[in-house]
């Protein structure tokens, strides 16, 4: 018998009106996302740029690739589980551990979508900086990175995300090139998981630490430890306001699930690019 891991992604995953194509002729995914942008403040000013071919405010920019990511992979997990799925444990990415402690039951919705616009106001106040995928494995790159420029995220064996600020970034960036190596830019204008958001973790840990919470009724992993999420985890107001500067364990999390038993079956509650229609 098979059990299904539900994995939800994070920043630079986002795209122009991406899983539009469901909203209003699926009924539970529109109930769903209805729902959660209520929740915002802005919420329809967020649908309003998500449906737009010429949104007002840039996709990548992080008032809207946030809370948008949040929107989407919690519709997109209520709507799987509305269909009879049963998550046998939860893998969410950056902000997608956000929308899976919402589907967990760590949060409520409105708690969670408040603590997640707060974290948006402070992360829209950032030095600006930039996100930078190489292919290779994280112990490649030691003595290339620099204090500034540091691992945001492990995503495979030979997949690492960079962040920084823009300068420094593109410095690093220009001397792994000629090093030979492979990179891309990640869709983001903020140095997500980086020591230059020190400040924002450090400001919204009142948020979390005056909101309720419960241990997760789904099992969830944690992409920061790569160890399940237990309900003291869950109750530590640091965990959660510490996400934007430590660096996402993607590949050792997943890693860890996979070689627990061999009938995981992956499913995917995000976005990716063949959605756009």
């Known amino acids: ?16 009106r991406m899983a539009w194509g469901l909203y209003g002729s699926e009924p539970r995914f529109t109930a769903a996302l209805d729902e959660v942008l209520a929740a915002f403040d802005d919420g ?3 649908r ?14 992080v008032t809207r690739s946030q809370p948008l990511l949040f929107a989407l992979d919690y519709a997109l997990g209520r709507t799987l589980m509305e269909y009879g799925v049963r998550p046998w444990v939860m893998l969410g990415h ?3 551990e956000m929308a899976a402690a919402v589907l967990a039951g760590v949060f409520t919705l409105r708690d969670g979508a408040r603590l997640l616009q707060e974290r948006v106001r402070l992360l829209a106040e950032a030095p600006p900086g930039g996100m930078l995928a190489v292919s290779a494995a994280a112990a490649a790159l030691d003595g290339l990175l620099t204090d500034e420029v540091v691992v945001a995220a492990v995503n495979a064996p030979r997949q690492t995300i960079l962040a920084g600020p823009s300068g420094p970034l593109a410095r690093v960036e220009e001397r792994l090139r000629e090093d030979g190596f492979i990179t891309a830019p990640v869709p983001a204008l903020t140095a997500f998981h980086s020591p230059s958001l020190r400040a924002v973790a450090s400001a919204a840990v009142d948020g979390f630490a005056t909101t309720p919470v419960r241990a997760p009724g789904i099992p969830l992993r944690s992409c920061y430890t790569a160890e399940p999420l237990t309900g003291e985890t869950a109750a530590d107001p640091g965990y959660w306001a510490a ?5 996402v364990l993607f590949w050792p999390a997943l890693d860890a699930i996979l070689s627990s038993r061999d009938d995981v079956v992956c499913v995917e509650a995000g976005c990716c ?4 229609s």
């Open 1 to 16: 018998m098979t059990v299904t891991m539900v994995m939800l992604p994070g920043q630079g995953s986002q795209h122009p």
């Open 273 to 276: 690019g063949s959605c756009r």
């Open 243 to 247: 996400h934007p500067v430590r660096p």
């Open 94 to 96: 950056s902000v997608g």
């Open 48 to 61: 309003g740029d998500w449906l737009s071919d010429d949104p007002r405010v840039p996709l990548d920019h």
């Open 44 to 46: 329809d000013a967020l």
